[in-house]
């Protein structure tokens, strides 16, 4: 039986104007995506590595509509949501959820840990009783594996590795298909990396969740990702395992593979 996809894009394109190139009387475009496809299957976890710069940003921005594209197609479990509106795009914006590499860049740093937790669930959920969504806080917690003790925290009272978990227990309280994680554990120390990849690995197997992983950490993608996208200026440009990553002819891959010093993770 072939697996089902949760998410396919059909030569995506992504351009901005080069405002340096303007500003010199010259019109130019700079393409951050430049023409990709691709598909992730449900329960895939798929790495997406590539130096600053290589498109990798704009990639997730677009396949959660937070930016316009000008080329392509993007799919849905196989429902094309490239023209929707807002208002058409709604329902689908609980399957498709962004964790984000920096916590406070996204939440309200007055918001308490459940008032942060129940903010998406009063958008989509919003005929759910108050005593249902504050259990379902509770679930959210023991999921990403804290204590409920922290429900009245503010965020500068957690630690990093805390505050981490907090975005992934909101991206998963609207019980999404995909999940795009932006850079999730570059800033978190090693022990703290360990611990969330562990707990995305664990999610995967039990919530059968799509995930696109973003960094510029190999070993950490290789660590976690079935497979491994290599993007750079806008493109793909090599797809594969991280064997058939190692035995690339591409030099832009190998500098990848030889610049970043292999990490060994712990296991549960």
Not at 19 to 27: A, E, I, M, T, Y
Not at 88 to 110: A, G, T, V
Not at 113 to 130: A, C, D, Q, R, Y
Not at 192 to 215: D, G, H, P, W
Request: aromatic share 6%; charged share 25%.
């Amino acid at each position: 039986m072939d697996k089902e996809n949760a998410l396919r894009l059909e030569s995506l394109v992504v351009h901005y104007k080069n405002r340096r190139v303007f500003s010199l009387g010259r019109n130019g475009t700079v393409r951050a995506v430049n023409g990709v496809s691709m598909s992730l299957e449900r329960g895939e976890i798929m790495g997406v590595v590539g130096e600053s710069g290589s498109g990798k940003s704009s990639l997730l921005k677009a396949l959660c509509k937070f930016i316009p594209i000008q080329g392509g197609r993007i799919f849905i479990e196989e429902v094309d949501i490239t023209e929707f509106s807002d208002r058409e795009f709604f329902p689908y914006r609980r399957k498709i959820q962004m964790i984000p590499q920096d916590f406070f860049d996204i939440f309200n740093p007055k918001m308490t840990v459940k008032e942060i937790l129940m903010e998406p669930l009063e958008i989509h959920f919003g005929e759910v009783s108050s005593q249902e969504k504050e259990a379902r806080i509770l679930e959210l917690l023991k999921l990403v594996e804290l204590d409920d003790t922290l429900i009245e925290r503010l965020p500068s009272q957690l630690s990093g590795g805390q505050r981490q978990r907090i975005s992934i227990a909101r991206a998963l309280a609207v019980n999404p298909s995909i999940l795009i994680c932006d850079e999730i554990v570059s800033a978190c120390d090693l022990y703290a990396q360990k611990q969330i990849l562990n707990l995305l690995t664990t999610l995967n197997r039990e919530k059968n969740i799509a995930m696109l992983f973003v960094s510029h950490n190999i070993a950490v993608v290789a660590h976690l990702c079935h497979n491994i996208i290599v993007m750079h200026q806008g493109q793909f440009l090599e797809f594969g395992s991280l064997d058939m990553l190692r035995g690339s002819g591409n030099a832009y891959v190998q500098s990848l593979m030889d610049a970043v010093p292999q990490l060994k993770m712990a296991k549960k």
